[in-house]
């Protein structure tokens, strides 16, 4: 071996090290290897920084993007509280869960795919008296599984269609991984539909705040204009479309209040009093092109979308609001914030949210702007619900990013354009068209990812440049050359799932791609397939809660322990080799 072989050595033993050792963050090590090569030598100074204007990170970026403005548009969510109301049966309940993830895991990145439907499924359990445990991880294991049917589901994907277009001159498209990862996701939810018995059904995840609060509604205000949709209809009517949320009572813009009945007709200038969960409240706000309360006020208009914040808040037994009204305390004029909405326990509010006199215990829904918000929480006497995550109050644009989605990918699976100028016009369209404010753009991107990403670029070539990824190749053929094809192409998907675990799944395939590349190159067969391996099996950690991102969001929730993990995604694991060879090598052959 020669001094640039050797130091590439020990720096890839160095990081894999840290990895498995757990104290850094994934970003760190990054950044410690490329420091490291630097010094070593085995990486330019001119080369240093290449991998953060690589493709890669542009496309996982944008995807970061637009998959925050798909799950903002409610869309998904909407449809899914459409079907779930006919759902009963917990075995049901959680195809039709693990399934939506699924499916959309395809379109967007998985992680943001699990964490859009979430809510629906602690929801879901909460209803079905039945613990989150039984939704959760087997939710985490299909958005894993769905990240596999496109190029943009996961950033092994991306990674993977990068080398097999350095090796061949051609990249993987759009859904050339879908006859592979639609296989391996039906089989994977027909064994989740039966095998989340596996669990041990005692998991329970600690309580929200809000849950301590007993949250079971809020009531808000919103006001009929000329333009709203449901301008001259019926109670009737508005409840056929927004079946969870009730209205409690009407004041005509003549000051009368009607008990609304099945024939009530909305008029222009009424005022709606709304009692509903805070995304159902949302929803119908926004289909009904209501006005909700205090929209109009300079807090709202005179600043900008991004600047403005939604919190909820508990009203304390020393607050300044006990037993006072918002409209007397003239709330916005003294302290800049709007009450948007109020929840009582055990009680019905029918009053205008101005002349409510609050109490201790009162879970209240208040809209300012973020640099005030806090400091006029405190100085309230209010406790901010950190926890829960509220989106009454932004309003939300449906189809839009649903559009720009599909037109990004049609347009990549055409060969219009490069995924990575599809999916940045797409991004850059979402942010101009107001569909994502900017900030919560800015939010939804995975800085450590793209660091990460950046930094281990440069490193993975200079592994390949002074051929180190050749030793460890030929040491693979060596070890495989008893194997018929099928079973090369499985132990690189085996070493791929060991590996994972132990480093971020994107770091997996920059180091294990190029390996897999040469390797199948030593013993003469086609890239493709090995390429495909390394993929799913870095896509595929069902074995811990921290080799993806996925599997550690729920774990807090579904109150699993490390070996729950295993009893679950060991036998699922086996399945995907068993079953995800053979598919590779029918659509892939060597």
Sequence with gaps: MTADQILSVAILVGMMGLFIWGRLRYDLVAILALLASLLAGTVKPKEAFTGFSDDIVIIVASALVVSAAVARSGVI???????AGRVTRVRTQLLLLAGSVTFLSAMVKNIG?????????????????????????PMSFGSLLGGLITLVGTSPNIIVSRVREEMTGQPFGMFDYT??????????????????????????GPAQM?????????????????????????????????????????????????LPTEATIFEAGDTLMMKGDPDALERAIVDADLTLEGQDRSTVTDTAADDIGVVEAVVTGDSLLINRAAGRMALHD???????????????????????????GDVIVLQGPLDILPEQIAALGCLPLAERSLRLGGMRKRLLPLGILAAAMALTAMGVVPVAVAFFTAAGLIMIT????????????EWPILIMLGALIPVSEALQKTGVTDIIANWLSATAVMLPPWGAVALIMVAAMAVTPFLNNAATVLVMAPIAATFANDIGLKPEAFLMAVAVGAGCDFLTPIGHQCNTLVMGPGGYKFGDY?????????????????LILAFWPV
Excluded: C
């Design 77 to 83: 969510e909407l449809a899914l509280s459409k079907l």
């Design 113 to 137: 795919a699990l964490a859009m439907l979430m809510p629906a499924a602690l929801k879901m359990a909460k209803k079905s008296e039945v613990s989150p445990s039984a939704f959760l991880m």
């Design 179 to 204: 006859p592979v990862g639609l296989g391996l996701s039906v089989m994977g939810l027909i064994f989740l539909r039966f095998g989340y018995r596996l669990l041990p059904r005692d998991r329970r």
């Design 210 to 258: 809000g849950e301590a609060f007993n949250i079971e509604a809020y009531t808000t205000e919103a006001r009929v204009t000329e333009d709203s949709a449901i301008a001259g209809k019926t109670v009737a009517e508005f409840r056929a479309a927004s079946e969870e949320v009730e209205i409690t009572s009407i004041l005509r813009h003549r000051g009368d209040r009607v």
């Design 334 to 360: 003294r302290y800049g914030v709007n009450l948007l909405a109020i929840s009582r326990s055990g009680e019905r509010l029918d009053r205008r949210l101005r002349d409510t006199q609050l109490r201790a």
């Design 434 to 445: 107001g569909a994502l404010p900017l900030r919560a753009a800015y939010e939804a991107i």
């Design 566 to 582: 295993a009893r679950l995604g060991a036998p699922l694991s086996a399945m995907v080799v068993l079953v995800g060879v053979p």
